[in-house]
């Protein structure tokens, strides 16, 4: 998945563990794979002010544990991942601009309160190019919209578990019949992570969630969608193409309904902790 996907589960899951105990150990944002390539993530809130038509933006926290700290003293009680697909998908599906920055359509955090929700998004800026760390990124978080509507989804995780394996049965077979072999192996590595005991073993972000935080069917979720990403620019699954009408349609059914699952798996997954 997109490194701001992931970034964004980390912070949901941690974030949630410091609402319950108030604290998540030292130093979550130095040690955390998700924020490998970042030199800076800071939160800010938006204000308009009485003559200009240019918000003002207020940093309320430099880090996301300042920023746990800051959400905890605002009432919050909860985090969450929220979801929306684009409005306009006429000229590209979601599917299709997912490994862009900005594509595949927008993802929240949504913090929780009593009566409301307010909802942050991210901006990810290349501040340092060519670092020799390769912490190349600057990311600032928004409050984008507040005292919202709570939406707070809470998907099936189990019938969720079934669709995603079926849709990767679906496209595994396709590509099998197709001669993508290669293709065909990550689908059915994704699809054995959904059934695994240890699920996020072999894959690179092993630490999305806190220990102890999260049960074994919220990790299969996470870690068997994110295995399956295969969205993205030059060399991924979009850039294949087929030369006839039969084949680029089910090719183009199949990548979305796996595009949608992969989605609702994460939401799933993140959103609930039981």
């Given at each position: 998945m997109t490194g701001t996907l992931a970034q964004l589960i980390a912070?949901?899951?941690?974030g949630n563990a410091y609402l319950e105990k108030g604290e998540i150990g030292e130093s979550f944002s130095d040690t955390n794979s998700t924020f490998t390539f970042c030199n800076?993530?800071?939160?800010?809130?938006?204000?308009?002010?009485?003559?200009?038509?240019?918000?003002?933006?207020?940093?309320?926290?430099?880090?996301?544990?300042e920023w746990f700290a800051y959400m905890k003293q605002s009432g919050c009680r909860k985090l969450a991942l929220y979801y929306q697909s684009s409005e306009?998908?006429?000229?590209?599906?979601?599917h299709q601009l997912a490994g862009f920055i900005g594509g595949g359509g927008t993802w929240y955090?949504?913090?929780?309160?009593?009566?409301?929700?307010?909802?942050?998004?991210?901006r990810w800026e290349v501040t340092r190019q060519g670092a020799e760390d390769n912490r190349i990124w600057s990311v600032s978080y928004g409050m984008v919209s507040?005292?919202?509507?709570?939406?707070?989804?809470?998907?099936?995780?189990?019938?969720?578990?079934?669709?995603?394996?079926?849709?990767?049965?679906d496209i595994a077979?396709?590509?099998?019949?197709?001669?993508?072999?290669?293709?065909?192996a990550?689908?059915?590595?994704?699809?054995?992570?959904?059934?695994?005991?240890?699920?996020?073993?072999?894959?690179y972000h092993k630490d999305f969630f806190p220990e102890g935080h999260y049960d074994l069917l919220s990790q299969q979720l996470v870690s068997g969608a994110g295995s399956a990403w295969v969205f993205g620019g030059m060399g991924s699954w979009n850039d294949i193409g087929f030369d006839n009408d039969e084949d680029s349609h089910?090719?183009?059914?199949?990548?979305?309904?796996?595009?949608?699952?992969?989605?609702m798996s994460i939401v799933a997954g993140v959103n609930s902790r039981q």
């Open positions: 912070l949901v899951s941690y800076k993530v800071d939160f800010r809130t938006f204000t308009k002010g009485f003559l200009s038509k240019t918000p003002k933006e207020e940093v309320v926290a430099d880090n996301p544990e306009d998908q006429s000229l590209a599906k979601d955090i949504e913090a929780v309160y009593d009566k409301y929700s307010n909802y942050w998004a991210s507040g005292k919202q509507a709570t939406h707070d989804l809470q998907i099936d995780r189990e019938i969720t578990k079934e669709k995603l394996g079926e849709t990767l049965e077979a396709f590509a099998k019949s197709r001669e993508l072999g290669n293709w065909a990550i689908f059915e590595r994704a699809a054995a992570a959904l059934d695994s005991p240890v699920p996020g073993e072999s894959y089910r090719y183009n059914a199949l990548s979305g309904k796996l595009y949608s699952m992969i989605n």
